[in-house]
């Protein structure tokens, strides 16, 4: 039923998630040494461009994410696939640190933030008792991406420029744009007709303001949990190669174990919005974390080393576990905010988040990699990471019940009920 009569909201959904890639770490880091090759730039100063850049797209996000409560999310969307075809081609024509900068900002703002933030918000706001589903299905445009575009980039970069291939993903970009306004067309005659899509409906009536969540105690005390996926995920794959070599893993050992990590999260993706649907996303935030826990304190061991025969399964199974947290936190970060805060202004505290993500993901290749130049072993860094992960999802044991006091019961204007740490919120008043 849900995919029956809901099919064009999902397909668009999962349309946006998969377009997304071509602002994601891994896909640009596909072409990290031909870009340093060609502007003559060193590990470093790539990595510093690609932080700043990382930065601005996160204040960018912050500013602009509000959007998605103001416009339909099909014409944004074909906007924002337009802009982000025109930073493809920005990539494509780089010769200089500063268009190559410009270029990395739309990426990393348009792509990263943008697409996939107009996703989450429309099916959180679109989707009541079917949420979690419906994000579980629509999230599989990345892992789409992540088992398909390395395989075709690699054979691509075999065949052609790199520069060329950006051509072909801004080309890809613009021929999107009609494949998406025609699924809005498709959502609006679906809404209009006997049957509106299953669980959808105007934004209700009540439902926390920005403002009101930067007044809320709970929302800082879940920024460590929140920060904890996109920084660790994207530090660890940003360093991939210097830690797969301390392991002693082959590249292609670990480049072959991608399709277990994108398996990993298209199932964990599905199966977290089906335990949301049956007891809420509040309730999954001490587990979804373990996962990342587990892999990385797997890497981190002396198991699997070297060239014994338990190398390649010990690196089969960190990266489908690593996979698996970063499926379910996807859907379960897109279905919490709208349980906590209700989805009246879902586009606004959603944009707020993702900055802040966005923001983290930014920080992790510096900081990872300011440890590792300090003299920190990687495998004792990703037994701190594992800590780290570990240390998070304890954190929220606490939090379950005053996460569960107030689930979108405020009327616009409404003050939010104090809360028992009002602390850090006071400088946001």
Do not use: N
């Amino acid at each position: 039923m849900l995919l029956r009569e809901a099919g064009p909201t999902l397909a668009l959904g999962l349309l946006l998630t998969f377009g997304s890639s071509i602002g994601q770490t891994y896909f640009i880091g596909l072409f990290a040494g031909a870009v340093r090759d060609d502007l003559a730039l060193s590990h470093a100063g790539f990595g510093g461009l690609y932080t700043l850049a990382t930065a601005v797209g996160a204040a960018l996000l912050l500013w602009l994410g509000k959007a998605a409560d103001r416009f339909q999310p099909g014409p944004l969307a074909a906007a924002v696939m337009l802009l982000l075809s025109g930073a493809a081609l920005g990539m494509a024509s780089a010769d200089s640190i500063w268009l190559l900068v410009l270029a990395l900002v739309g990426l990393r703002f348009l792509g990263q933030g943008m697409l996939g933030h107009i996703a989450v918000t429309m099916l959180a706001r679109r989707f009541a008792a079917g949420r979690g589903r419906a994000l579980g299905v629509a999230m599989l445009g990345y892992p789409i991406g992540e088992a398909l575009l390395p395989v075709l980039v690699a054979l691509a970069l075999a065949a052609f420029g790199w520069r060329a291939i950006w051509l072909g993903a801004a080309t890809v970009m613009l021929l999107m744009i009609p494949i998406v306004l025609r699924l809005e067309r498709a959502i609006r005659r679906t809404a209009q007709g006997r049957h509106a899509p299953v669980d959808t409906a105007a934004a209700p009536a009540a439902g926390w303001s920005r403002s009101q969540v930067l007044r809320d105690g709970r929302f800082y005390a879940l920024l460590p949990t929140l920060a904890a996926t996109p920084f660790i995920v994207t530090g660890v794959l940003f360093h991939q190669v210097h830690l797969a070599q301390a392991k002693g893993w082959t590249l292609p050992e670990l480049a072959a174990c991608y399709p277990l990590y994108a398996l990993a999260a298209t199932g964990a993706a599905l199966g977290c919005g089906w335990l949301i649907d049956r007891i809420g996303a509040i309730r999954l935030l001490p587990v979804f974390l373990l996962p990342l826990a587990l892999g990385l304190a797997l890497a981190g061991s002396d198991i699997g080393g070297g060239a014994d025969g338990t190398a390649l399964a010990i690196a089969a199974a960190f990266m489908a576990l690593v996979g698996a947290t970063a499926g379910s936190a996807t859907v379960l970060f897109g279905a919490l905010w709208a349980e906590v805060y209700g989805t009246r202004h879902l586009g606004a505290i959603r944009g707020l988040v993702a900055a802040y993500m966005v923001f983290a993901t930014a920080l992790a290749p510096g900081a990872l990699g300011w440890l590792l130049d300090q003299g920190t072993e990687p495998q004792q860094l990703l037994l701190w990471l594992a800590g780290c992960a570990l240390l998070c999802a304890v954190a929220t044991l606490p939090l379950l019940p005053r996460l569960q006091q107030t689930r979108a019961t405020l009327s616009p204007g409404q003050a939010p009920p104090p809360t028992h740490h009002q602390g850090p919120a006071d400088c946001h008043a």
